[in-house]
């Protein structure tokens, strides 16, 4: 196929995939202890539903799947920029201990100083930029500067590291604990539109921010001496992804804690259906890890009703299966 005909066949697949995303918000919303049709949400939507609907769709289940939509998008677009940083499609926000990092001063905040709670998204970002900090110092050396393999490394040490004062944490404030506890299991219940509003500013910058790296994500894909030829600073490069990377993964934390894999297996379907080329794959992970992330809830909180199942437990019992699949291919 000639270069024209597969941009034609990517912009297709993208459009497509925001149909898809669409139809799925839709379907979403009618999902629960009350089922309404397709019309009915569309009604409802459009103002011409019942007090009833209104309440329940507009109080519970907009806000909530809305906020699984952000958070699917921040986790996919984090981890897409992550493999592109480390050249790894193993690469993942919680697997190289940024969400970890994040996750410690959220917990301090719930569990020690609760009285500053307004400041957890910015706690967030603050512990998800230490983590990284400590993964690139332990990686760098004087004479190979930055390597994926050894930021790949330096982040599985950092989170077991963030992942034992997770646990501290815990034990020294088993008290508090139960508050927090459906927070640890990345769970969206509960979550209302003031949630959706207050992290909403944050996913949109770094959605630009992520639409603007683009090429530098593509001259990484290139390989470093690609780079180098066209007069890159690979360390520079590198240093920029994974500052978008992290705040995007960190701000996701801060509002439902942590959901897994999300970052790990979008970016990858994404490469599959369309291609390596970030112009294409990074729109494209946006949407998809939207997808994913809202029928991973849906699932959770409709499966066994009244029961709920957080999102987070949902994507750890299918990326955990789908990270090994990935390791016995050889990481491709």
Same mark, same amino acid.
């Given at each position: ?96 201990? =940024? ?31 230490? $983590? ?9 050396t004087k004479t190979q500067g930055i390597t994926p ?8 040490? =950092? ?50 921010? $992520? ?34 990377? =992290? ?86």
């Amino acid at each position: 196929m000639n270069t024209i005909g597969q941009q034609r066949s990517r912009k297709l697949l993208l459009a497509i995939t925001y149909l898809i995303l669409l139809i799925i918000i839709i379907l979403a919303i009618g999902i629960g202890s009350v089922r309404l049709s397709p019309a009915e949400v569309l009604q409802t939507l459009t103002g011409s539903g019942s007090e009833q609907w209104n309440t329940i769709l507009w109080n519970i289940r907009i806000p909530r799947v809305i906020l699984a939509l952000i958070i699917g998008a921040n986790l996919a677009v984090s981890g897409a920029l992550l493999q592109a940083v480390m050249h790894n499609p193993l690469a993942d926000p919680g697997l190289t201990g =940024v969400s970890s990092g994040a996750a410690v001063t959220v917990l301090f905040i719930m569990l020690v100083k609760p009285e500053l709670s307004s400041l957890i998204p910015i706690a967030a970002i603050v512990g998800g930029g230490i $983590a990284a900090a400590m993964v690139y110092g332990w990686a760098w050396t004087k004479t190979q500067g930055i390597t994926p393999i050894r930021i790949i490394l330096s982040g599985v040490a =950092v989170n077991a590291v963030f992942g034992g004062v997770i646990g501290l944490l815990s034990i020294l404030y088993s008290d508090k604990l139960p508050a927090a506890l459906s927070w640890m299991n990345g769970s969206l219940s509960g979550k209302g539109m003031d949630a959706v509003l207050t992290i909403l500013p944050y996913s949109a910058a770094g959605w630009i921010m $992520a639409l603007l790296c683009i090429r530098q994500a593509n001259i990484l894909r290139l390989g470093e001496q690609a780079a180098h030829n066209l007069g890159q600073n690979i360390n520079r490069v590198r240093i920029t992804l994974s500052f978008v990377a =992290v705040f995007l993964a960190s701000v996701s934390v801060s509002m439902v804690g942590l959901v897994g894999f999300v970052g790990l297996i979008v970016p990858h379907m994404a490469r599959m259906m369309i291609g390596s080329d970030y112009k294409y794959s990074l729109p494209f992970s946006l949407a998809l890890g939207a997808v994913v992330l809202i029928i991973a809830d849906t699932i959770g909180r409709s499966m066994f009703s009244p029961l709920e199942i957080p999102a987070g437990i949902v994507m750890a019992m299918v990326g955990g299966p789908y990270f090994l699949y990935l390791m016995r291919k050889g990481g491709a």
